[in-house]
């Protein structure tokens, strides 16, 4: 049965965050003599000089419209990385304890591990790229904490099986992290449905995909109330700015917008994958659910050389395990798709 104080950090647990100015009133005000800021203002058109909404109130308010979860069900992080490097201060012992990742995937797991001073069980996919669930169960030892699922899987862009992940759900007794940042270009449906089945869950999301927000680095984790409880108590007391908090706000009001963008991108996700698999070159398209596909070649390096002399920039995917030849490729604009697959034409 999974408890949060089986292993949550003993000096979390008795740890006292840090309490900001904008912690520590209450109501409305409009004299602030408390944070010691810059009361004349910015140099800039907007103003700057006051510190940002701590907890993020108003961003937390519109992704609870969309989302359908509560605030106090959700943590925004600088990136998702910052999530992620929270879980393992929060959850990990450096030095004693251990995660287990699920390789290939996406590799700030496996370097946030390593800062942290955490040991990584590794388990690799399956040729199919699913979970080896005997694999994960004989890995698991008293001092396994975190479990890292990356569905959409990032480099493959496969989802990875509901039910298996569901399945260690309801059996591990540390946290499962499902790392839904491709989820939007997915069929597979979201996870976050599942947050009270499960207390052990935390769920991964970004406004750097699908929503086009990459430069301002706004993560989102879903999760019980107690775990983001604690990830409010471990985080920086500012890590979200105001500009991206107020630009994030103005782009979560063009929901169309980004449904239609993502239309487009599956459609010419399925036009890359056509057209690609006409090159003799082209050995392999593994089925994806994400907004870049993985082509397995005769010779990733050499295409991946020639598209750079090209001015055309792919992702060498060859050297991780069981991507050997592969080149992961992001789904572009119908002009660069088409610039792309003309620059292909050439490659001898």
């Known amino acids: 049965m999974f408890s949060i104080n089986n292993i949550l950090r003993e000096n979390i647990k008795n740890l006292t965050p840090y309490s900001s100015a904008r912690d520590e009133y209450q109501g409305e005000a409009s004299v602030f003599l408390d944070a010691n800021e810059n009361a004349f203002g910015s140099p800039l058109e907007q103003q700057y000089n006051r510190y ?14 969309i989302k359908g979860v509560p605030p106090r069900n959700i943590f925004l992080g600088n990136g998702s990385d910052e999530a992620i490097d929270i879980l393992f201060r929060a959850f990990c012992n450096p030095g004693a304890d251990n995660v287990i990742l699920v390789p290939p995937t996406y590799g700030m797991y496996q370097v946030s591990a390593n800062i942290n001073d955490v040991a990584v069980k590794n388990v690799p996919l399956t040729e199919e790229f699913q979970l080896n669930l005997e694999g994960i169960a004989e890995a698991i030892d ?5 479990i890292f699922i990356c569905s959409p899987n990032n480099p493959t862009g496969n989802s990875i099986n509901r039910t298996d992940i569901e399945t260690l759900l309801a059996n591990f007794n540390g946290i499962v992290v499902v790392d839904e940042a491709y989820i939007n270009f997915s069929r597979q449906k979201t996870f976050i449905q599942e947050l009270t089945e499960y207390a052990n869950l935390v769920v991964l999301q970004t406004l750097s995909k699908a929503w086009g927000l990459a430069g301002l680095r706004v993560g989102m984790a879903f999760a019980s109330e107690e775990i983001i409880e604690v990830m409010n108590k471990v985080k920086p007391p500012y890590n979200i700015n105001e500009a991206s908090q107020q630009l994030a706000l103005q782009a979560l009001a063009n929901v ?41 070649t005769t010779d990733a390096n050499g295409i991946y050389n020639y598209l750079v002399k090209q001015g055309i920039i792919v992702r060498n995917r060859s050297k991780v395990e069981l991507c050997e030849g592969c080149l992961r490729i992001t789904v572009g604009t119908p002009e660069e798709n088409n610039t792309l697959l003309q620059t292909l034409q050439d490659y001898k």
């Open 142 to 146: 008293k001092n396994t904490k975190l």
């Open 256 to 296: 169309a917008q980004v449904n239609n963008w993502i239309k487009e991108t599956l459609a010419q996700r399925d036009r890359l994958v056509l057209t690609l698999k006409n090159f003799d070159f082209v050995v392999d398209i593994y089925p994806s659910d994400a907004n870049f596909i993985l082509v397995k």
């Open 52 to 65: 940002p909404d701590p907890l993020q109130a108003d961003l937390k308010r519109r992704i609870t419209d």
